[in-house]
């Protein structure tokens, strides 16, 4: 059950109309790293999480505030195309569709489709997609995912900072900023504590080690030019596992042999086999 405050989180105010800054906006709105894909991927973590009611409401409450941040943004993107003059854009898509691709104006979708509203799309137009968000009922997974969200979404939202001059519109990208800030910091600590509480750091943590191929399992292979990975903590000493040493392999060579597979059957009509010699 929810309850919607009518209140924005932050303020969502703007000094002037910019259509093109609203387009650009889209990005941290419905884009792969946009809120829209944070909120629903926490929700439907917190949807599936089982048996442990800390995780499910820290899950919960943070899936929640992002529903505001998703209000915040749509209105923040309403007031940058209120007062648009739109029929200049209009006119300069009608006359010259190359030219006015060229302008890189408004998106005129924010005009025809959604009468100066905010739309679940990134910013070049693409619709949102449920296939961003990850949900896998292994919370040490998905956390780790939550924390490749959060900093994603942080890293667009600085460089859209950094994009306009407006000091309404930076001020209510500083409290997104902010609150991406506080989001990272406590996936981390919940990491951190899903680690220690298992002892080992691979996923899955519950998976019997002597099912997998124990040998290789710490290997790094040199499969490329150059030998400058080698100087990484990735190539020697403990893994951060507690479980194995890292070994660098210079030279790696195969495990198997050339594969061989059987003709297909005639009625499927693939490339013949050649002779044979």
Known sequence: MFFHVKELQYEAKVSRPDPVYAKKLQEVLGG???????MMQYMFQ????RGNKKYRDLLM???????AHVELLATL?????????????????QSDPALAAIMGGMNPQHAIVSGLGAMPTDSVGNRW??????????????????????????????????????????????????????????WIEAIRELEA????????????????????????????????DA?????????PDGRGQFRYIAQPVPYAGIPK??????NLFNTPPLPSK
Not at 32 to 38: L, M, P, R, T
Not at 62 to 67: C, L
Request: overall charge negative; hydrophobic content about 35%; proline content about 5%.
């Open 231 to 239: 100087n990484g903590p990735w190539a020697q000493g403990v893994a």
């Open 32 to 38: 792969q790293w946009g809120e829209i894909s944070v």
């Open 129 to 186: 997609s449920a296939d961003y968000i990850i949900s896998s009922g292994n919370l040490l997974a998905d956390f780790r995912a939550n924390v490749t969200a959060e900093s994603q979404g942080r890293l667009q939202v600085a460089r859209l900072y950094q994009m306009t001059d407006d000091p309404l519109v930076k001020d209510s990208l500083s409290f997104l900023l902010a609150r991406d800030t506080a989001h990272q910091n406590q």
């Open 261 to 266: 597979l059987q003709p297909a059957p005639a």
């Open 197 to 228: 509480q298992a002892q080992d750091v691979v996923v899955p943590t519950n998976f019997p080690r002597e099912c997998e191929k124990q040998e290789v399992a710490y290997d790094l292979y040199n499969t490329s030019q150059g030998q400058a």
């Open 46 to 49: 917190g949807f599936n999480c």
């Open 61 to 67: 409450d943070i899936g929640t505030e992002e529903i």
């Open 77 to 93: 993107i309403a007031r940058l195309l209120d007062n648009t003059p739109i029929d200049v854009q209009e006119q300069a898509y």
